[in-house]
Nanobody, 123 residues
Framework: QVQLAESGGGLVQAGGSLKLSCAASGRPFSNYAMGWFRQAPGKERVFVAG????????YYADSVKGRFTISRVNAWNTVYLQMNSLESEDTAVYYC????????????????WGKGTLVTVSA
């Protein structure tokens, strides 16, 4: 089992920045590719960003490319999502997820999920 706990969400004005953190516990963190997903009200959960087990490879949804940066510190069992130039369309609950093995953008292939943290971007 892997337990994931997100933090850092909140209310921010459009154009502002926010940094999310996800702390992991349980199994060796470096065995897991990590991802951030988000779910806006009334919509399905979608991929935002992913990072490989070593942190050497990263992937982003087109909607956040150039604005968001995913990173990880394996020694601290933590993955981050730096979000810049936030837009009202970024308003959602953001979830951290772990997958044993390689990165995927498919929600159903993630093995573990956090409970989420709410990000609200005001216009």
């Amino acid at each position: 089992q892997v337990q994931l706990a997100e933090s850092g969400g909140g209310l921010v004005q459009a154009g502002g920045s926010l940094k999310l953190s996800c702390a992991a516990s349980g199994r060796p963190f470096s065995n897991y590719a990590m991802g951030w997903f988000r779910q806006a009200p009334g919509k399905e959960r979608v991929f935002v960003a992913g990072i490989s087990r070593s942190g050497d490879s990263t992937y982003y949804a087109d909607s956040v490319k150039g604005r968001f940066t995913i990173s990880r510190v394996n020694a601290w069992n933590t993955v981050y999502l730096q979000m810049n130039s936030l837009e009202s369309e970024d308003t959602a609950v953001y979830y951290c997820a772990a997958r044993l093995g390689v990165i995927t953008a498919t929600t159903t292939r993630m093995n573990y999920w956090g409970k989420g943290t709410l990000v609200t971007v005001s216009a």
